[in-house]
Nanobody
Framework: QVQLVESGGGLVQAGDSLRLSCTVS????????MAWFRQAPGKEREFVAAISRSGGGLYYKESLKGRFTISSDKDKNTVYLQMNSLKPEDTAVYYC?????????????????WGQGTQVTVSS
């Protein structure tokens, strides 16, 4: 059984940085697309960033390029999301997702496995 566990969220001030972690268990870490999504109160879940199944492609929500960085450590079975210069509008629950069927995708419906989410709150 695949399990994804996120950590690293918290309450920070605008301009601060956070690094989220997502550790995968129950499957080979590689050979899967990994992604981060977020959902703010009253809004739909949206794509943040992804690493392709090959590991060679990194993809971002256009407006987050330059502030957010996705990376992975296969030895630790973990994918990270480094978030810099955080803004109040980044406040959301951040979810890690995994798919073994696709190379990568911006659509939440293409991902089969999800973590429980970690809350990120950015105060102004």
């Amino acid at each position: 059984q695949v399990q994804l566990v996120e950590s690293g969220g918290g309450l920070v001030q605008a301009g601060d940085s956070l690094r989220l972690s997502c550790t995968v268990s129950g499957r080979t870490f590689s050979a899967a697309a990994m992604a981060w999504f977020r959902q703010a109160p009253g809004k739909e879940r949206e794509f943040v960033a992804a690493i392709s199944r090959s590991g060679g492609g990194l993809y971002y929500k256009e407006s987050l390029k330059g502030r957010f960085t996705i990376s992975s450590d296969k030895d630790k079975n973990t994918v990270y999301l480094q978030m810099n210069s955080l803004k109040p509008e980044d406040t959301a629950v951040y979810y890690c997702a995994r798919s073994e069927r696709i190379m990568w995708s911006r659509s939440q419906y293409d991902y089969s496995y999800w973590g429980q989410g970690t809350q990120v709150t950015v105060s102004s």
